[in-house]
């Protein structure tokens, strides 16, 4: 240690190069990394999305499902596989261990997929990985005046093939307007009296469409390639396919369909501020960066809005990047502010500009050296490593404080100036490297936590780790240089070399007025008092634990962004139309409230976070997006509570508030409920969803298996069926392409192509009675009618058919709204235990509780980790096994100021809290190690124990109240923020400066006490 501090006192030049080095490295580091909102959250989770058109929710599970679950649920690692079956979709979802290497999961998914045979008509699935990177990071509605043909017709093929092209963006997609479909609508019964089938129709359609090379044609001096022109120019072409020829005439399709243009079947509406509009959501590139990709995003279509036609407006309804820039210029403001506040502690407690410039210097400087090492490390610029900076923003300064106030004695003590700064660099060293390691310990444990709070924290950690351990380099090697700069001028009052040591008590006793003298009672009482002193801590610590127990928890703050959603949903069966028509009444009630600045709806579909596949399709289901002038939270709460007052007179509607999500795909409470009967299953968990009903706190309760879906069943008669000498398949394929049509061929347009599909006219599909006197190709080609060989009526299935575990299960799902989670699933067992399950049926929690279990637990491991590497450390650094014991009594005096600070600010537990608290176990021990270590070197020099302990603590009184106000100081500007992402900052500055603030206090107190109670002995250095 000597010889580096001494290389570093006369190497000044070097030093100062090395510095200037770090400077620009760092600065280069920092202009490269990339700003995003929050660290790379990679979620062990896959989706095994499948779309079988048009099919029942119990067909589709039987048919899709079921298989693809089998096929996929033996993988290793796997955790949980859960599922959906709903109307003409599956979607099987696979959850894995934390540390699992998703790129090869996903191959092996798909390896086994491939081996499935599903049903014709079933399309191939598609593996999805849930990623909130994958949500988009711009949505944008494109209204004009035109129809919504034309209007839909330039966002898809203008405006989204120029996103596309942007650097950064990887897709753009297109939801609501109209999309152009060519009809071909048939006349049934004119059909069957030419004894036409409708294959024959779609075989002539489908080959009249055709474009093929024939080969080429070689003559002497020449070569022709040789070519089938037959694509269709025209709808009057389309209409003069013939069918069939008869000797007196052609029957062409004109004569037994009209062919006319049209539009898709409108499964999806959209609309801004209540003007109906075509969305385009824009995707970033999986490695882009969020922010440049979306200011390339703003650019174009700024340029866009100066070229569009007359009437038409295109509005950018939501912008992640201006969110994750301003959470991230929040962070900055804090840090920034920190550390001014650091300084200014600096220099009311130095009193002298020189020395607290030297120590100032290390704040930038470690900082700059951080930006570099991220940038090694690609850690982007988001709020939790940026948080982590802000953390330690002002324990940056604490080694440089030690370091300089030991040279500072020294001087007065009448050393030379570079005699002062290698000794009192050296005397100290120890305990300011050991003091910086049980900081840097705990972020190791870190890396055991499972769950969402360890993809979270790691970037915080390691911000952390860096920084502290550039401040330590900075602290014994910059530090000493610096002061030992103007070796002929001194540093404070210069006491004769002769004066006795004993007089550094007095002296430091002066040192801080009438607070020294006051601790100087304080501390000779207690050690007088010791065991009532111990006693005393001893029921702080028993108190904060009872009032442990009387704080909420929850997995992690809700994110308040000024934005929030209703999810609709309307009874099964409800069209599109119905459905539209209570957002409309929605939107009323938004557009109404003065603080609602903007608002826009879906219609026919509700987004789900992770993807632009993953969302929810049905004519029942709306969203209703509602953007607030203010981000605050009495705001939002005012507007949400009237506006579902509101919606309290509209019939049949079930809403559930939602918020932009980004840790986790589950709603807070979840009471999953077993059981193979459908029935018996609906039937519980209607009983279990009313009594969920009156748990206080919870809102939105809703069971999966609230509502059948109506349903047309179509039952054969076996036995006419065969006696007919009929194909069952063959007839329901035929139905099928009766009401849902087929479509053979595209018709060809400059840039696009068209589908041409032929169904049945409209009104041969529109009642019961429609579906019973639909045609089928009966012997010989015969037309029969349906009523013929089938039973047609109305009936009821399932929604929704949810399965866990390769177990079908209902699932009752709730918000929560003004209560902590974990007092909401006490109340949640409680109702359980008030309504016990059938023969048959059981029920198991989930939600975020589980993965709150989860998280907590891993978070109490490394909580017992991190004590056990600090008190390793810290044995090493003292050579005794006691010493360290009595340092970790400053953990249990931490936990009392943690739970002090919690109930003062109203903070719920989560993982932030757990993690500060972990962060915690490092940096309270530090002021001990230092208070300990010198203790026992002023006894090895001589000093009775008593007056070491009295001594030490005035000697080290200054140095530990300057770390301490310099490191809270610096967390305040953090822990009292309420800009963007405050939500995730806050509880952990709270909970690091309230337990630092308490520990602080009794360590100075409480330590002395310990150790004089501990039995030790330690050998006095040879006066020689």
Request: some cysteine.
């Amino acid at each position: 240690m000597r010889g580096f501090v001494d290389l570093a006192v006369r190497r000044r030049v070097s030093v100062i190069m090395v510095a200037l080095a770090v400077s620009a490295f760092g600065y280069v580091g920092y202009q490269r990394l990339s700003i995003e909102l929050f660290p790379d959250i990679s979620y062990p989770a896959l989706t095994v999305q499948t779309d079988f058109p048009d099919t029942a929710p119990q067909e589709v599970e039987s048919l899709v499902t079921r298989p693809v679950e089998e096929a996929v649920g033996v993988l290793r690692g796997l955790q949980t596989i859960r599922s959906v079956s709903r109307s003409g979709v599956s979607e099987v979802t696979l959850e894995f261990d934390w540390d699992a290497d998703m790129d090869l999961l996903s191959m092996e998914v798909r390896e086994k997929l491939d081996r499935i045979i599903l049903p014709d008509g079933c399309d191939d699935p598609i593996v999805l990985r849930f990623d909130p990177a994958l949500d988009p990071i711009a949505r944008l509605a494109l209204a004009g005046d035109d129809e919504l043909g034309d209007v839909r017709y330039l966002a898809e093929h203008k405006i989204k093939i120029d996103l596309e092209t942007l650097r950064g963006i990887a897709a753009a997609q297109i939801r609501g307007g109209l999309e152009e479909e060519i009809h071909i609508d048939i006349d049934q019964e004119r059909l069957a009296a030419l004894g036409i089938p409708l294959d024959r129709v779609r075989a002539v359609v489908g080959i009249s469409n055709i474009n093929l090379p024939g080969g080429s044609l070689r003559s002497t001096d020449s070569q022709y390639l040789i070519r089938t022109i037959n694509e269709f120019d025209s709808l009057e072409e389309i209409g003069n396919l013939i069918l069939r020829q008869e000797e007196s005439a052609a029957i062409r399709l004109s004569d037994v369909a009209t062919v006319q243009w049209g539009a898709k079947e409108r499964e999806e509406i959209t609309r801004v501020n209540g003007r109906e509009s075509v969305e385009i959501s824009v995707y970033k590139e999986g490695d882009a960066n969020t922010v440049r990709a979306a200011r390339a995003l703003r650019q174009a279509v700024t340029t866009w809005q100066e070229k569009l036609p007359p009437g038409y407006e295109l509005t950018v309804l939501f912008d992640q990047s201006r969110f994750i820039e301003q959470a991230v210029k929040e962070v900055r403001n804090a840090a920034v502010i920190g550390g001014g506040l650091a300084i200014l502690v600096l220099l009311v407690f130095l009193r002298d500009l020189r020395s607290t410039i030297i120590i100032a210097t290390s704040i930038p400087l470690s900082v700059i050296a951080t930006f570099m090492l991220m940038y090694r490390m690609d850690i982007s610029l988001n709020i939790m490593s940026l948080g982590g900076l802000t953390l330690g923003i002002g324990m940056l300064v604490d080694n440089s404080i030690v370091v300089l106030e030991s040279i500072f004695r020294r001087r007065r003590e009448g050393e030379p100036l570079v005699s002062a700064a290698v000794e009192g660099t050296t005397e100290v060293g120890p305990a300011v490297i050991a003091s910086t390691l049980t900081t840097v310990a705990v972020f190791l444990p870190i890396v055991f936590v499972e769950g969402i709070a360890g993809q979270l924290f790691a970037d915080q950690a390691l911000t952390v780790t860096f920084s502290l351990l550039a401040s330590l380099v900075v602290a014994i090697s910059l530090i000493p240089m610096l002061s030992a700069l103007g070796a002929k001028q001194r540093l404070g009052v210069h006491v004769a070399s002769g004066e006795a040591r004993p007089q550094i008590v007095s002296q430091a006793a002066q040192t801080l007025g009438s607070f020294s003298r006051g601790y100087d009672r304080l501390l000779r009482g207690a050690l007088h008092r010791r065991a009532f002193t111990l006693a005393v801590a001893f029921g702080l610590f028993v108190a904060s634990i009872a009032g442990l127990r009387t704080l909420g928890t929850e997995l992690i703050p809700q994110l308040t962004e000024g934005e929030f959603f209703f999810e609709v949903s309307l009874p099964e069966g409800a069209s599109l139309a119905a459905t539209n028509d209570v957002i409309v009444r929605m939107e009323d009630a938004a557009t109404e409230s003065p603080d609602v600045e903007l608002h826009y709806s879906t219609v026919g579909s509700r987004m789900v976070s992770g993807g632009m596949s993953l969302n929810t399709k049905a004519e029942n289901l709306g969203q209703l997006n509602v953007v607030l002038t203010s981000s605050d939270d009495a705001v939002e709460e005012r507007v949400v509570g009237s506006m579902r007052e509101r919606f309290a007179d509209i019939p049949d509607l079930d809403i559930k508030l939602g918020h932009p999500a980004y840790f986790s795909l589950k709603t807070p409470v979840e009471v999953v409920i077993f059981g193979e009967d459908l029935q018996e299953l609906r039937d519980y968990s209607l009983i279990l969803a009313q009594a969920l009903e009156n748990v206080n706190g919870l809102v939105d309760v809703r069971s999966s298996l609230e509502a059948g879906n109506p349903e047309v069943q179509v039952v054969f008669d076996r036995t006419r069926v065969a006696s007919m000498g009929l194909d069952m398949a063959q007839l329901s394929a035929t139905l099928r392409n009766r009401v849902m049509g087929v479509v053979p061929t595209r018709f060809k347009e400059t840039d696009r192509q068209i589908d041409i599909r032929i169904r049945n006219r409209e009104a041969d599909r529109q009642s019961l009675e429609d579906v019973r006197r639909l045609m089928l190709s009966g012997p010989d080609g015969s037309p029969i009618r349906l009523l013929s060989v089938a039973d047609v009526s109305f009936a009821r299935g399932p929604a929704e058919i949810h399965r866990q575990q390769q177990q079908r299960a209902a699932i009752i799902s709730a918000n929560l709204q003004g209560g902590s989670l974990g007092g909401a699933m006490t109340q949640v067992e409680s109702a359980l235990g008030q309504n016990p399950t059938p023969a048959g049926i059981s029920t198991e929690l989930g939600g975020q509780n589980k993965e709150m279990k989860v998280s907590f637990a891993s978070l109490r491991f490394a909580l017992g980790l991190a004590v056990f590497l600090v008190y390793l450390v810290m044995a090493a650094t003292f050579e005794s096994f006691l010493h360290p014991l009595v340092v970790l009594f400053t953990i249990p005096l931490a936990l009392v100021g943690v739970v002090a600070a919690l109930m003062v600010t109203g903070t719920t537990i989560s993982v932030i809290v757990l993690i500060g608290t972990i962060m915690l176990v490092g940096i309270v021990v530090n002021n001990a190690i230092v208070l300990i270590d010198t203790i026992n070197r002023m006894r090895r020099s001589g000093m009775d124990k008593m007056d070491a302990i009295v001594s030490a603590g005035h000697t080290r009184l200054r140095p530990i109240l300057m770390t301490t106000l310099t490191t809270i100081l610096g967390l305040m500007p953090m822990a009292i923020s309420w800009g963007q992402g405050a939500e995730l900052r806050a509880p952990l500055a709270i909970t690091v400066a309230g337990g630092l603030l308490l520990s602080t206090a009794l360590t100075l107190v409480v330590i002395p006490a310990a150790y004089s109670l501990v039995p030790s002995r330690v050998q006095q250095e040879d006066p020689s």
